[in-house]
């Protein structure tokens, strides 16, 4: 296996924060790899360093020591613009709280990242109702949030991540806010994304549904790895 089949590798990596003069060890020196198409659950209590992990992966957060590298590329070396960038064209973002633009519709949501993108306004309009049709919510695509349930938020959040194809999903509590049925069916549609699109998910969860899932699942404890175990299939 070569260096470049891993989507995101850390080393030693460390994330201090200071709480009054105190030192906090979010991460106090984490070690894994995850390969092209892994679904990896980090699993752990609230406070054991799961989000700022998330952080740290996606370019939200920068180390305080040891490394982070995705698709090949150290993040320590980038810029801050640069960082941004990665955020934008490479890594999908989806948060327990689905952080949608209220005034705008779901379509308009999904086409977003990609206007950013500088994605021409037909292509964007296209490729955002595809994405919805292939999530099972075309039907909502002029809805704005506040006229959508948690979970169809929660698909929207979905499609407007994975949009324009990023290497890496990294889901932080995705569940949340979702009862069990909706749960799992938010699981069901990411266990869909990785399994056809190949794309390689990281989900944080304190929720045992989500980690059941996961084909993988990462313990963290006060900021160390304490396991790390993969099961035969998800589902
Ligand atoms: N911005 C911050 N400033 C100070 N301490 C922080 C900050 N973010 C996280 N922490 C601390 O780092 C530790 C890990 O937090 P976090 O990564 O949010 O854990 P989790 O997502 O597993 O609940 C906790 O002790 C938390 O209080
Ligand atoms: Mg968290």
Redesign the pocket.
Known sequence: MSETDFVVQCRGLERT???DGVP?H?LAGVDFDVEQGEFVSLA??????????L?CIGGLDRATAGSVTVGGVDLATLSSSELAELRLRRVGFVFQSYNLIPVLSARENVEFIMQLQGVSAAERHRDAMAMLDSLGIGELADRRPGELSGGQQQRVAVARAIVSKPVLLLA??PSANLDSHTTAELLQLLADINEQRGMTIIT?T?DPAVMAFARRRIG?QD?LIVSDQRAEAGG
């Open positions: 924060y200071h709480d906090v979010a752990g209590p609230s406070g054991s360093g799961k989000s700022t992990l952080n932080d509590e944080a304190h963290l900021g």
